[in-house]
């Protein structure tokens, strides 16, 4: 099966700090990643869709100069928390459509990103 | 109105019963519906997806989509203490790659 990591697995960063959070597509290549938050007891919200090549869309609300996306190939996107408060901290997750997709449209998830800002 | 609902649960069974979980949706253009299972501190799993009108059967999960209503379900027989756990139904939109996911419903199966 399609299989998607995350690294790290868990972070514990200082405030101010920026903190980026790889998602790859270990055996299919992903033209689109999604960026999920899941707060303590909440469903996951989507931050934003990425896009190999192109800039990422940021669902209403999410802040695009403070998540940084970048999807420069069919297996990685990366998330950059800028100047991380504990206010972000969070469950993130990621998930990958393959490009082989014939509609289905599958989301494969990654095991999330713990990440703790003191 | 969010996009996806769930029955708020939580929901309680004992092992070796059925488990019921509801989940309507209100855009009608929705086309594909999946069901994902989430243990805590751990990302979700897909579990169920169903594209048309009827019951899919997967071992000891049935899923169930009706268009007419706008609902989805999701069985789960000879429940297991295993199968305890936060479920989550999502929708996608036509002509978009989006989830909308509802609020999650957790199932707790007694020993």
């Known amino acids: 099966g399609a299989v998607v990591s995350q690294h790290p697995s868990r972070v514990i960063c200082k405030s101010g700090t920026s903190v980026k959070i790889e998602c790859r597509s270990l055996d299919f290549q992903a033209t689109t990643m999604f960026w999920y938050r899941q707060f303590p007891k909440q469903s996951l919200m989507l931050m934003a869709t990425?896009?190999?090549?192109?800039?990422?869309?940021?669902e209403q609300g999410v802040e695009k100069d403070k998540f940084l996306i970048n999807h420069a190939s069919l297996t990685l996107s990366t998330l950059t928390v800028t100047s991380a408060h504990p206010e972000d901290s969070s469950f993130y997750i990621c998930?990958?459509?393959?490009?082989?997709?014939?509609?289905?449209?599958?989301?494969?998830f990654g095991p999330g990103t713990r990440l703790t800002v003191l | 109105q969010k996009e996806v609902e769930q029955n708020s649960g939580p929901l309680s069974v004992p092992e070796g019963a059925i488990a019921s979980l509801n989940c309507t949706y209100s855009d009608r253009g929705s086309q594909s519906f999946f069901w994902y299972r989430q243990y805590s501190g751990k990302s979700p799993e897909l579990i169920m997806s169903?594209?048309?009108?009827g019951d899919k059967e997967d071992g000891r999960f049935t899923a169930q989509l009706n268009k007419a209503s706008q609902y989805v379900s999701l069985l789960i027989r000879d429940s297991q203490p295993s199968d305890s756990a936060t479920y989550l139904c999502?929708?996608?939109?036509?002509?978009?790659?989006?989830?909308?996911f509802g609020a999650g419903t957790t199932v707790t199966v007694r020993a």
């Open positions: 990425s896009n190999e090549g192109s800039k990422a869309t940021y």
């Open positions: 169903i594209y048309s009108n």
């Open positions: 998930s990958a459509r393959d490009q082989e997709d014939r509609g289905y449209n599958e989301q494969f």
């Open positions: 999502a929708g996608r939109p036509l002509n978009d790659y989006k989830l909308s």
